[in-house]
């Protein structure tokens, strides 16, 4: 009798074995979901690319590098000038603009430009470089200097048009969220006193990146990883005002 029981316990064990237990293991295969569309590591997108989408408007976006040719702007021993700044981030903004679906033009890509000891001349010479490339926006970029190294942070100014102050907020904005220096205010106000602003013809927003002569302002301003942050901060700002 005991022998019998044994021999009903090997085969309820072997059947075990061979029946059920693949059928589980299937079962539980069978439940585990494979995403259909998972991207490959080479398609992940980075946080400065995956909120640029393409501009409609296609607008003509020009773009003036303070400074240039004997002209060097603020220059200390050691440091990059004025004026090379300004151009560095001019074409990082503007191959960044680019990438956007805008038409980018420059007042300058180098060193070669008409210098003039009027502010009037050099800012008419520039606004018409502007406008003969049939510019819909001028955009300044400028570099502050102070005796006082411990003053910093970035300036934006443009003409009394609500689409340019939002536009200008925006930029602001998109700044402050990459913790860019520190923001010292937009004055659409007195226009009249920035000889690039005075033409209104052409809509115009002219950026002071913040003071060479600020040690924390001058490492932000010449890094290219924040030079490129900066540059999608300001075309993220076109896309969402203008497009």
């Known amino acids: 009798m005991k022998m019998n029981k044994t021999y009903i316990y090997i085969i309820i064990a072997i059947f075990l074995a061979l029946v059920v237990q693949p059928n589980i293991s299937v079962n539980l295969k069978e439940s585990v979901r494979i995403p259909e569309n998972a991207q490959s590591p080479e398609a992940i997108m980075t946080n400065d690319t995956v909120d640029l989408a393409i501009s409609e408007s296609k607008s003509t976006i020009c773009i003036d590098a303070a400074y240039g040719g004997s002209d060097l702007g603020y220059s200390e021993q050691g440091k ?70 411990l003053v910093k942070g970035y300036t934006i100014f443009t003409q009394p048009d609500d689409k340019l102050i939002n536009l200008s907020n ?74």
């Open 170 to 243: 925006t930029i602001s904005q998109n700044f402050q969220s990459i913790n860019y220096s520190q923001f010292r205010g937009l004055d659409s106000d007195h226009y009249g006193n920035f000889p690039i602003l005075k033409d209104q013809d052409i809509p115009t927003i002219s950026i002071e990146f913040g003071y060479i002569t600020n040690p924390s302002d001058y490492t932000q301003i010449t890094n290219e990883d924040y030079q490129k942050k900066i540059a999608s901060s300001i075309a993220k700002a076109f896309l969402q005002e203008v497009n």
């Open 80 to 149: 990059l000038a004025s004026k090379d700044i300004t151009l560095q981030l001019s074409k990082i903004i503007g191959e960044t603009l680019e990438q956007s679906g805008y038409n980018v033009v420059y007042t300058r890509t180098d060193d070669d430009i008409n210098f003039y000891s009027n502010d009037e001349q050099n800012a008419n010479y520039r606004i018409n470089i502007a406008k003969d490339q049939k510019s819909d926006y001028l955009l300044h970029i400028d570099i502050n200097s102070n005796v006082d190294s």
